[in-house]
């Protein structure tokens, strides 16, 4: 697998694509049966269940916070707990260290809690997450598949520019799944959750000699959006519900204004209100 260190851009354009929820079809099904479940476990919040599930699947999957890093929604759901239904010990730390550690994994957890000393919710929250990866592998396989089109549309982009796989989730996970399903070798390098953030991944990129035109994130979630902005490139929004036909646009129209130096502009304004419309409805 190729690293950012040893990563040498091959043509003009760069695509950048999220997996979970923007390639991969498996947003839903983690966060339904494994993230949500797994933390009711882990802090005995069986009481609570169903409401705490529904807040995490709002929180994670329906709202501007779609996508957020998985320790960045397990602090913002526990302090909604804390305040609402029981005190989460040690809870002020693990929020300290979501909100500012520059990589958000679980072995810079493990870094952390090795120099934190003997903080309950940072080692609770490294035992959600490990939970949270092994559920995840135990998970039917025949449900975790790719959308509709975006194999084609990763074949089709990966003959006309470099393709790059950016994506706040599990290397691991991201790895076997992409493999599995034979999009792989449709891309050039994977940089995921232990790569540091998306902006960071996507900046470390553009030092690779791109042009900040000729590069667009493709993403299901407003942190996709930010972090294409925050670097200065386009952004393609795969809209939820709608993956399959933001694919096929995705290969019937947006890759050429991308090519041909009109996607900025009137394209990207149009493609930005929609997302934001589809999550705000």
Known sequence: MTTIAEYVKKRDFLVCVDSDGCAMDTMNIKHFRSFGPCMVDEWSLGEWRDEILERWNVINLFSMTRGV????????????????YCVIEGLEKLAQWAETSPELSNSAL??????????????????WSISVNNSIKSLPEEEIKPFPLARDALEFAHARADVAIVSSANLGAVLEEW???????????????????????????LEKGYDRSSVVM??????????????????YPILVGREEESWREFMDVALDKLISGSYAGEYQAQKREEFLNNLNK
């Open 69 to 84: 890093n998985r320790f960045k929604g397990l602090a913002m759901i526990l302090s909604e707990i804390n305040g609402k």
């Open 110 to 127: 493990e870094a952390a809690i090795a120099h934190g000393g003997d903080n309950v919710a940072l080692k609770k929250a490294l035992s």
């Open 179 to 205: 493999e599995k399903h034979s999009l792989l070798p449709h891309t050039d390098i994977v940089m995921a959750q232990n790569s540091g953030s998306k902006a960071a991944c996507i900046a470390a990129l």
């Open 218 to 235: 493709c993403g299901d979630a407003p942190g996709d959006l930010a972090a294409a902005e925050k670097n200065g490139v386009l952004y």
